[in-house]
């Protein structure tokens, strides 16, 4: 298993307010997770910072999760844990008043993959079937897709098509989605916000993630696509390869 997390802060905005990365337990399992801040007074980045250090501190400490059912419990503790600080920081501190955060997180073990997120960062799978997204935005675009008012092709250029209906930090309790999923050797998993899949195609992921590129070469190719098509947003992906061998022997 091998990973690589990147960020960039794209072509028009003036603060990054994505964070993310990928930590390691102490049975070195990995936590992918990638987050896109939002509120008042720039302090989506204190919230989307917040809540990453905050998940690799815990995961950091973490023992190995044996399980599915294992992995589970712990993301849906340790995001509510997150969800409750940050609503008190955002209480305590008036400049942060209404900030909030999208969250995307993958628990990484050899047989499976838990995922968990709030909002409209995305995970999805690359294998064998080709390439599929496994998280449903919380969003009002995408319910409006959901019930049939609008199609998808309309929701791509939405005028509302930011509004978030669930994110972490804004409430005193919080909703997520959890699943598990098994892997296969070779399989490719792709954390982002929506500043890369507002700007690819999943066509253009599958053909990026399966060119012959090293796993780092495949972060910056997406990165600079979505830049070269406007980078309104600040673009931060994740992408684990769950192949035996490392790159280069």
């Not at 917040?50 to 690799?56: E, G, I, K, T």
């Not at 998808?152 to 309790?173: F, S």
Request: aromatic share 4%; glycine share 10%; charged share 20%.
């Amino acid at each position: 298993m091998r990973a690589v997390f990147r960020t960039d802060i794209g072509q028009i905005r003036e603060h990054n307010e994505d964070s993310g990365g990928v930590f390691v337990n102490q049975s070195g399992q990995y936590l992918a997770v990638v987050a896109d801040g939002m509120g008042g007074h720039r302090a989506g980045d204190v919230a989307s910072s917040m809540a990453v250090a905050y998940l690799q501190a815990q995961w950091e400490e973490a023992p190995g999760l044996s399980s599915p059912t294992e992995a589970e419990q712990w993301l849906k503790t340790q995001i509510e844990a997150a969800n409750a600080q940050l609503f008190r920081h955002a209480l305590s501190h008036p400049e942060c008043q209404g900030m909030g955060t999208t969250i995307v997180g993958a628990i990484c073990a050899d047989a499976f993959v838990t995922i968990a997120h709030i909002g409209d960062s995305r995970c999805y799978l690359l294998n064998q079937s080709g390439i599929q997204q496994l998280t449903d935005d919380h969003s009002l675009v995408n319910e409006l897709v959901k019930s049939g008012q609008i199609s998808k092709e309309d929701a791509e250029h939405h005028p509302r098509k930011n509004v978030l209906l669930r994110a972490l930090g804004t409430e005193p309790m919080v909703k997520l989605d959890v699943k598990t999923i098994s892997i296969d050797e070779g399989d490719l998993l792709l954390l982002c916000s929506d500043g890369l899949s507002n700007k690819v195609t999943e066509a253009d992921l599958l053909h990026t993630l399966t060119s012959g590129r090293t796993l780092e070469e495949k972060a910056e190719a997406l990165i600079h696509l979505a830049n070269e098509r406007g980078g309104e947003d600040n673009i931060s992906l994740a992408v684990i390869d769950f192949s035996a061998e490392r790159e280069g022997g």
